[in-house]
C-alpha cells in the first residue's frame, strides 16, 4: 500500500521571525510539497509566510493590535500547534525549531527535525543563554527519527557534537529563489563591495571593516555597502577611527532589493568564522556577482571553485583577497562563470523532492518498527 504521509509544522520559528534564514527556508520547502500538510500558525508577522498561500489558518490582523499583543498571539499560535499535534489523524511531526515541550502532544508520531547550524554548541562561552537551546537542541535531535543537516559540514558537527548515528542523518542543500536584476533603483555608488546580513560576533564584520580600510588606501571611489541593522555606537567608532565613514553605507532594504544589491556589486564578502550553509552564496551566484569568502566550515563545500577564498582571521587575507578580485576584470569574470555552474547543484525544487524522500524513509522506518503502523498510511 502506497504512503500517504500529512506533515504537521508548528508555528516556532514564524513567531520568532519577521525575517531570517530558518522560516525562509520552512516556507521554500513547504510550498514545493507534493504532500498533504498543515502548519499551526493563526498569527504572523512574517514576511516570507505572508507572502504564500501555504498557511491556511493564518487570519490577517492589523500592524499595531500584532504589536500590542504580540505575546497573547503567540500563544494562541502555541495552543493551535498543540491541538494539531492532538490530532487522532496520523502525521510526521517537523518541528521549526528546537523547543521540546510539544514533544509531549505527539504521542508514538514519527519526528523529524533540520539542524541548520551547531554555532551555540560551538560558541557556547560567547553566546548568552545559550544552555538552554543546547539543552532543548539535543533533546529533540536525539528524539528524531531522522535529522535533516543542511550541509555535509553541519552533519559531521551533529556527529562530533551530539553523538549521533550518521545514517540517522541525510545532508540536503538549501536553494535560492532570487534572479539577477537590470535595475537601478537604489541609490548605490558606482563601484562597491557587498556585506549582507547580520554582524553578530562569528559574521566576523569587525575584520571586514579593518580590511576594507586597507582596500580603501588602494582605491579611493571604492565603498562597503552593508544591509541589516543600522551601525551600532562601536562600529561607528570602529568606522571613525578607520577614517573610513564617508565610503561606509548602511542600508536597511526588502528582500525585492537584494537582487539589485547583489547584481550591481563589484564583490560579495562573505568573512564569517562559522556557517552552516550560506544562503548569501547562492544569492550572489545568481545574481552574477562574484563571491569572496572564508575558507572555513562549510564554505569550501558549498562554493567549491567558485570562490575566492581567504583566511578569516588575517586581516591581510581578507583585504588581499578583495582587492585581487575588484583589479582584475577576468579573476571577476572567472568568478561569476563558476558561480553560475555551480548554482546548478542546488535549488529549492530539489530540496522539497529530498525532504519528501525523508519523509517518506522516516515512516517506511517507523512502520517497520511500530506494531502500529498500519495506521499510519
Not at 119 to 136: A, K, T, V
Amino acid at each position: 500500500m502506497k504512503i500517504q504521509p500529512y506533515i504537521i509544522y508548528d508555528s516556532q520559528i514564524f513567531d520568532q521571525q519577521k525575517f531570517g534564514g530558518i522560516s525562509r527556508y520552512f516556507c521554500e520547502i513547504i510550498s514545493k510539497l507534493q504532500f498533504k500538510y498543515d502548519i499551526a500558525v493563526r498569527y504572523t508577522e512574517n514576511h516570507y509566510l505572508s507572502q504564500t498561500k501555504i498557511a491556511k489558518h493564518r487570519l490577517y490582523i492589523p500592524y499595531f493590535l500584532s504589536k500590542q499583543y504580540t505575546q497573547k498571539l503567540y500563544r494562541k499560535n502555541q495552543r493551535l500547534t498543540k491541538k494539531m499535534l492532538q490530532s487522532p489523524i496520523p502525521y510526521l511531526y517537523h518541528p521549526t525549531y528546537y523547543d521540546p515541550s510539544f514533544l509531549k502532544y505527539t504521542g508514538n508520531s514519527p519526528l523529524v527535525v533540520t539542524v541548520h547550524d551547531m554555532i551555540y554548541e560551538r560558541f557556547s562561552n560567547l553566546i548568552e543563554g545559550s544552555e538552554e537551546i543546547i539543552r532543548q537542541k539535543r533533546e529533540i535531535i536525539t528524539k528524531a527519527n531522522r535529522i535533516i543537516a543542511i550541509s555535509e559540514y553541519t552533519k559531521k558537527d551533529i556527529i562530533d557534537i551530539l553523538n549521533i548515528a550518521p545514517e540517522k542523518i541525510d545532508v540536503i542543500y538549501h536553494g535560492t529563489s532570487l534572479r539577477p536584476s537590470q535595475e537601478h533603483n537604489l541609490p548605490l555608488p558606482e563601484q562597491y563591495i557587498l556585506f549582507v546580513g547580520d554582524r553578530t560576533f562569528y559574521k566576523n564584520f569587525q575584520a571586514l571593516l579593518e580590511a576594507f580600510s586597507i582596500v580603501h588606501q588602494t582605491n579611493k571611489k571604492i565603498h562597503l555597502v552593508c544591509t541589516g541593522k543600522p551601525f551600532s555606537d562601536s562600529e561607528l567608532q570602529q568606522i571613525s577611527n578607520y577614517n573610513i565613514a564617508s565610503n561606509i553605507i548602511q542600508i536597511a532594504t526588502k528582500d525585492k532589493d537584494l537582487n539589485e544589491l547583489y547584481s550591481r556589486a563589484l564583490l560579495f564578502v562573505y568573512p564569517s568564522y562559522y556557517e552552516g550553509f550560506g544562503i548569501p552564496i547562492l544569492e550572489a551566484y545568481a545574481c552574477n556577482c562574484p563571491v569572496a569568502l572564508s575558507n572555513t566550515t562549510c564554505f569550501p563545500e558549498i562554493a567549491g571553485d567558485a570562490g575566492a577564498f581567504f583566511n578569516p582571521y588575517s586581516i591581510n587575507s581578507i583585504a588581499d583577497t578583495i582587492i585581487n578580485v575588484i583589479s582584475d576584470k577576468s579573476k571577476r569574470t572567472k568568478l561569476i562563470k563558476a558561480g553560475q555552474e555551480r548554482l546548478k547543484l542546488y535549488s529549492w525544487e530539489k530540496a522539497a523532492r529530498e525532504t519528501e524522500n525523508v519523509y517518506l524513509k522516516t515512516l517506511e522506518e517507523y512502520i517497520k518498527l511500530s506494531s502500529a503502523g498500519k495506521t499510519l498510511i
